[in-house]
C-alpha cells in the first residue's frame, strides 16, 4: 500500500538583510556566516565575496581577477566551521580551488587537471566538476565521475587522498559524456565526518549514503506527489551546448541543492519548489515550501551554528 504524502510545511523567513545592504549585491548566490555571526555573500555575478558585519556595511574581501587570491567566473562556494571558506572558479576554463581566511587573505589553493567540462545547466549557469564543490574544512570534495569514481577527495593543496562512488546505471553508457552528466551530483559530508552523502543533479532524483571509508550504506529514490509531473517528462533524448572544446550534453537538473544539518538529516531542494528532508536511515520526514519574498526556490542551504538557517539566492534567515 502506498504511502500517504506528506504534509508540506510552509517555513516563512524570520529575517533578511536590509534592503539597502542587499541592493549592494548583483546575485547573492550563497550567504553564510562566520564564527563571529557576519555574513559571508557570495556575489557570483559579481565575482566577489563581502563581509557584513552585523548592522554594518558590506566590505568586499574577494574582488574580480585571475591571479592568486582573485576569482573570475566562479562557480562554487562553501565555508566550514572554523570561518575559512572556499571558491571554485575557472578563468580561461581551468578549474581552480582556493582557501582563504573569513577575512581574507589566501590559505591555499590548487588546480586540477585538464579543461572544465559543462555538465548540468540550471537557467544561464552551467555547472561543471567543481561546481560541486564541499569543504569541510580539512580536505575538498568534488563530483568527478569521469575519473571512474563518483567522488574525489582533495588535501588542501591538491593532493588526490581518495576517490569512492560506483557510478550509476543511467542506459546512456554508450554515451559518454552524457553518461557522465547523468552522474553528476553533490559530495556533502555528514558532522563529525561520520560519513557522506551523494545526490544526483540530473536524471531520476537518487542519493546515496556512504560511511566514514567510503563504502555504500544505502542508495534511496527521492520521491513525491510534488516531482510527478517532473519525472513523467524527463527527456529521453537530451540537448547538447557547443562550447570552445566540442559539443556537450547539457543536462537540466532535478535538484537545485542539498545541505547536510547538525542532526545529520538530508535536505534536498528540487527543481520544483519544494525541498525534501530525509533522516539518517533514508526515510523522508518533511516537505518544506520556503517563503520568502515569494516561494523561494533555494540554490543554496546553510545551517549555523546558532540553529539558524540561511537560504539563497538572497539571504534569508529561517528556523528549521
Known amino acids: ?32 556566516l562566520s564564527p563571529e555571526g557576519d555574513y559571508l555573500v557570495f556575489d557570483r555575478r559579481a565575482h566577489a565575496v563581502s563581509l557584513v558585519p ?13 591571479e592568486p587570491g582573485r576569482i573570475l567566473r566562479p562557480v562554487a562556494f562553501d565555508s566550514a566551521p572554523d570561518g575559512t571558506f572556499t571558491i571554485a572558479d575557472a578563468p580561461y576554463a581551468v578549474e581552480r ?32 566538476g567543481v561546481g560541486s564543490l564541499a569543504y569541510t574544512g580539512k580536505t575538498v570534495l568534488v563530483s568527478q565521475p569521469e575519473s571512474g569514481a563518483l567522488v574525489t577527495e ?10 569512492f562512488g560506483e557510478l550509476r546505471r543511467t542506459g546512456y553508457e554508450h554515451e559518454r559524456d552524457l553518461h557522465m552528466a547523468l552522474n553528476a551530483g553533490l559530495p556533502l559530508a555528514l558532522p563529525g565526518r561520520a560519513g557522506f552523502y551523494y545526490v544526483f543533479l540530473g536524471g531520476v532524483p537518487t542519493f546515496r549514503k556512504y ?48 545541505a547536510v544539518d547538525p542532526d545529520g538529516n538530508l535536505w534536498v531542494s528540487l527543481v520544483v519548489p519544494f525541498t525534501y528532508v530525509y533522516d539518517t536511515g533514508g526515510d523522508k520526514r518533511r516537505t518544506i515550501q520556503f517563503q520568502a519574498a515569494g516561494v523561494l526556490a533555494p540554490i543554496d542551504l546553510f545551517f549555523g551554528r546558532d540553529g539558524r538557517l540561511l537560504a539563497s539566492p538572497g539571504c534569508y534567515t529561517f528556523k528549521p
Open 211 to 258: 560511511d566514514a571509508d567510503g563504502a555504500l550504506v544505502f542508495e534511496r529514490h527521492v520521491e513525491g506527489v510534488e516531482l510527478d509531473r517532473h519525472i513523467q517528462t524527463l527527456p529521453k533524448v537530451w540537448p547538447t551546448r557547443k562550447t570552445a572544446d566540442g559539443e556537450f550534453p547539457i543536462v537540466p537538473p532535478s535538484v537545485r541543492t542539498a
Open 154 to 163: 582533495y588535501a588542501l593543496d591538491g593532493k588526490v587522498l581518495r576517490t
Open 97 to 128: 580551488v582556493q582557501i582563504f581566511f573569513y577575512a581574507g587573505g589566501t590559505v591555499g589553493g590548487f588546480t586540477l587537471a585538464g579543461r572544465s567540462t559543462p555538465r548540468v545547466a540550471l537557467g544561464d549557469f552551467v555547472l561543471s
Open 54 to 66: 552585523r548592522g554594518g556595511a558590506p566590505r568586499k574581501i574577494i574582488q574580480i581577477g585571475v
Open 1 to 32: 500500500m502506498p504511502r500517504a504524502a506528506l504534509p508540506v510545511e510552509t517555513l516563512r523567513s524570520v529575517a533578511a538583510l536590509p534592503a539597502h545592504v542587499a541592493g549592494t549585491f548583483d546575485d547573492i548566490s550563497a550567504c553564510h
